[in-house]
């Protein structure tokens, strides 16, 4: 008898800001209208879907005018921290199993990875048990910056659950270098 494999596509802060808005990364919408088709084509595979969002408030500490390294983004209600209006599409025309997780909601704290945030970190742990997800997916924007943060604390919780980088279906603020040399990491 052959094992099932329980699949989650975690999908790492797909949202406008990091596309068209306030803070583009190159590639990303590329990368994002690709990862919408697969969503439309594959979605049905995955046990379910995850989905990351950045919801900062209005004056957050990564933000460049209050000290931090980053303009403005993803500031919570705003359009910018919408989801990338296709892919939400894909999402409601195949009823697939999506679960939307929010971090870096306090005003002090920057959360690149999911599993900074308490709540976040909770929510997901939760699905992954309750599903059994024994294969990850992930990909997203910013390869460089929350994927690989949300990878790495991943790999760490999940010693027995199998990681893939869909590298497609990320953008990088490194063009792909860091989100490369982890993959090395990985085993196949």
């Known amino acids: 008898m052959t094992k099932k494999h329980n699949r989650l596509l975690l999908i790492v802060d ?3 800001d990091f596309i068209t808005g306030s803070l583009p990364v190159p590639g990303a919408e590329a990368a994002m209208n690709a990862l919408t088709e697969y969503v439309s084509q594959h979605g ?10 950045d919801r900062h408030p209005i004056r957050h500490s990564s933000f460049s005018e209050y000290g931090g390294e980053w303009p403005a983004h993803c500031v ?13 599409k894909a999402f409601e025309r195949y009823s697939v199993l999506v679960h939307f ?8 704290k920057e959360e690149y990875s999911i599993f900074q945030s308490y709540k976040g970190a909770a929510d997901l742990d939760k699905y992954i048990n309750e ?13 460089d910056v929350c994927v690989a943060n949300t990878l790495l604390d991943a790999l760490k919780l999940y010693p027995s659950i199998h990681f893939h980088i869909l590298g497609k279906f990320t953008a990088s603020l490194d063009g ?7 993959a090395s990491t990985l085993p196949t």
Not at 44 to 53: F, H, N, R
């Open 14 to 16: 797909p949202q406008i």
């Open 44 to 53: 049905k595979e995955y046990t379910l879907i995850a989905v990351t969002c």
């Open 76 to 88: 919570e209600s705003s359009v910018g921290a919408a989801v990338w209006p296709p892919l939400m």
């Open 101 to 108: 997780l929010y971090k870096g909601q306090d005003k002090d």
């Open 131 to 143: 599903c059994n997800i024994s294969d990850i997916d992930i990909c997203g924007i910013a390869g």
């Open 176 to 182: 792909g270098n860091i989100l490369s040399n982890i």
